[in-house]
């Protein structure tokens, strides 16, 4: 195979991933709460030069394949987003972009969101998904007269949590957190974070992924057909 398809392919395989990831952000454009996520970029070069610094020999793939470009990582741009005036008392949203609500999911397991579009049911305080909301201990709140100063409402860096499911994170390292007891300038009732995610701008990078794929696929095809011309000339000047 020609080598220089070889980047090629994996800027295919890229750019189908970051159309993935854009896709899912204009799906979440109307989830309270949402932050969208990005991918960076590397190349191969990256990884080969970890894996000499680790002490291993590289292979003759390696060096032939190093400038491939290959998704580094993900990252959430925990950018807050607009902050829309419901009356609901039940709704709220968070004054500090990188702090969060505690709910228990069906797993049982504490999970951490920014949708702060309550309900009640079974009279206990749910969100949006049905979910426990839980207190600063970790126990579900009993909708009752000032349960709002018993929202549990923990701080991280988004580099501490991991995207599950639709809307919620989990916690890496949870020592990396504080744990407030009260709510008290923490909340504002009344109020829900609407999505982060700008139509616009992921309007154009999709696009720009879109072009960058048919780019990679055209020189691919360019490259094949210069490939069977020089096998067509190669098989008439050997006969």
Same mark, same amino acid.
């Given at each position: 195979?020609?080598?220089?398809?070889?980047?090629?392919?994996?800027?295919?395989?890229?750019?189908?991933?970051?159309?993935?990831?854009?896709?899912?952000?204009?799906?979440?454009?109307?989830?309270?709460?949402?932050?969208?996520?990005?991918?960076?970029?590397?190349?191969?070069?990256?990884?080969?030069?970890?894996?000499?610094?680790?002490?291993?020999?590289?292979?003759?793939?390696?060096?032939?394949?190093?400038?491939?470009?290959?998704?580094?990582?993900?990252?959430?741009?925990?950018?807050?987003?607009?902050?829309?005036?419901?009356?609901?008392?039940? &709704?709220?949203? *968070?004054? @500090?972009?990188?702090?969060?609500?505690?709910?228990? $999911? %069906?797993?049982?397991?504490? +999970?951490?969101?920014?949708?702060?579009?309550?309900?009640?049911?079974?009279?206990?305080?749910?969100?949006?998904?049905?979910?426990?909301?839980?207190?600063?201990?970790?126990?579900?709140?009993?909708?009752?007269?000032?349960?709002?100063?018993?929202?549990?409402?923990?701080?991280?860096?988004?580099?501490?949590?991991?995207?599950?499911?639709?809307?919620?994170?989990?916690?890496?390292?949870?020592?990396?957190?504080?744990?407030?007891?009260?709510? &008290?300038?923490? *909340?504002? @009732?009344?109020?829900?974070?609407?999505?982060?995610? $700008? %139509?616009?701008?992921?309007? +154009?990078?999709?696009?720009?992924?879109?072009?960058?794929?048919?780019?990679?696929?055209?020189?691919?095809?360019?490259?094949?057909?210069?490939?069977?011309?020089?096998?067509?000339?190669?098989?008439?000047?050997?006969?």
């Amino acid at each position: 195979m020609n080598q220089g398809t070889y980047p090629l392919a994996g800027s295919m395989v890229n750019q189908i991933n970051r159309l993935d990831q854009i896709s899912n952000n204009l799906a979440n454009i109307n989830t309270n709460g949402f932050k969208q996520e990005g991918l960076t970029e590397t190349t191969f070069n990256y990884y080969l030069e970890r894996m000499q610094n680790e002490g291993k020999t590289p292979t003759k793939a390696n060096v032939v394949m190093n400038n491939i470009p290959k998704i580094d990582s993900k990252f959430i741009n925990g950018e807050m987003g607009p902050i829309a005036q419901t009356g609901n008392a039940l &709704d709220f949203a *968070l004054q @500090q972009s990188d702090t969060f609500f505690k709910v228990q $999911n %069906s797993n049982g397991d504490i +999970v951490y969101t920014r949708d702060g579009a309550f309900k009640i049911q079974d009279g206990f305080l749910v969100d949006s998904n049905g979910n426990n909301v839980l207190n600063p201990d970790n126990e579900p709140i009993v909708a009752e007269d000032g349960f709002e100063q018993n929202i549990g409402v923990v701080q991280t860096p988004y580099t501490n949590l991991n995207k599950v499911g639709d809307n919620t994170y989990q916690m890496l390292d949870p020592n990396n957190r504080i744990i407030f007891e009260n709510t &008290d300038g923490l *909340l504002v @009732q009344g109020s829900i974070e609407k999505s982060n995610v $700008n %139509s616009v701008t992921s309007m +154009v990078h999709l696009i720009d992924a879109h072009r960058r794929f048919e780019q990679s696929q055209k020189a691919m095809s360019s490259i094949d057909e210069i490939n069977s011309k020089i096998i067509d000339k190669i098989g008439n000047n050997t006969r």
